[in-house]
């Protein structure tokens, strides 16, 4: 799924002397930040978020895309996670935000996690599993914390990359990476965060795009470039996203907003009340790149708990 990446082709298994490692923290100190940003892993993970934005551009969720064994197999494992919160109900406790039954559901899935990765790569592959696991383990929130933010994101869109990487994912399922597996993966998260009334890690408030997510802006906004009636003024308005969140990705993300948040939406989500003002959907995608990279990707706080390994390495990008 990485075109143009030095990675063999999907179709060619890659190379059985592939020494895959336990991915481990590498940015400890702010002037690693750039070590980061010279890495192959900053390389190939912009460019994975990338070639997906790419790839649903104009396209609805609805739209009639290939679903592969391992798309299936992935969207399993995500069911496999929900089907655990319903096992795992909160429990009484006097703080609010926070509920500790989450981080019950949390052992579990760190003792699982090899088995359910597992699940999707194939045998031949499975020297492959721990390393990849790792980001499974990450996506989900902090368990000593119970927060979410952006940098748990980053991890599972960094699962989703290396099982693009090892050939486990194909180019031909870009679309269903984003419409059925990310989309499945924001249903499981916004029910963990419900659920156990997650806190939003490093959440700038009323000045952030969104406590918890901001890859499904970047992908929903391309959904919606060159869209026949909607535009971005549209997405504040109660009657076009109850009409059409279904479709768009970036709706759906609005709808939870005002599902969770009270009062005037251009008090408690003041940046996306600003997008909503740029005139055009492919303006607003760029101005979303351009934000990620500023507001997530280069900052220490949510860098510093990225893991590297064999698939995502820390050393300097090599040409060819």
């Known amino acids: 799924c990485l075109p143009g990446s030095r990675h063999s082709p999907a179709s060619e298994a890659p190379p059985a002397t592939q020494n895959f490692i336990i991915p481990k923290k590498e940015i400890h100190t702010v002037p690693d930040m750039g070590k980061w940003k010279r890495s192959q892993a900053y390389a190939d993970y912009i460019g994975f978020i990338l070639t997906l934005n790419e790839g649903v551009k104009g396209k609805k969720l609805t739209f009639e895309y290939k679903v592969s064994e391992a ?11 929900d089907r655990w919160i319903d096992e795992t109900p909160p429990v009484d406790q ?37 390393e990849v696991a790792v980001y499974l383990k990450e996506s989900v929130g902090n368990s000593t914390r119970i927060d979410y933010g952006t940098g748990h994101e980053a991890a599972f869109a960094a ?19 984003v419409f059925k597996v990310f989309n499945r993966y924001l249903e499981v998260m916004r029910k963990l965060q419900k659920t156990y009334r997650m806190e939003p890690a490093g959440s700038q408030g009323v000045w952030g795009l969104d406590d918890f997510q901001f890859l499904p802006f970047i992908w929903g906004s391309s959904q919606l470039i060159d869209h026949p009636y909607l535009e971005p003024r549209h997405f504040v308005d109660e009657k076009a996203v109850n009409e059409n969140h279904k479709d768009y990705m970036f709706l ?12 005037p939406f251009a008090e408690h989500s003041n940046q996306l ?23 997530c990707l280069e900052k220490f706080p949510v860098i510093q708990h990225f893991k590297f390994g064999s698939l995502l390495p820390i050393h300097p990008v090599t040409s060819g």
């Open 71 to 81: 798309i299936e197999k992935l969207v399993a494992l995500l069911n496999t996670l």
């Open 94 to 130: 006097p703080s609010r935000f926070g509920n500790k039954a989450y981080r019950t559901w949390y052992a579990k899935l760190d003792e699982e996690a090899e088995n359910l990765v597992a699940t999707v790569v194939p045998t031949h592959l499975a020297a492959a599993v721990p």
């Open 159 to 177: 699962f989703l990359c290396c099982l693009c990487k090892i050939g486990v994912l194909r180019v031909d399922d870009q679309i269903a990476i």
């Open 252 to 263: 759906e993300c609005i709808l939870f907003i005002t599902e969770m948040k009270t009062g």
């Open 273 to 295: 009340w600003n997008i909503s003002a740029v005139p055009s959907w492919s303006k607003v995608n760029q101005g979303l790149i351009r934000m990620y990279k500023a507001e």
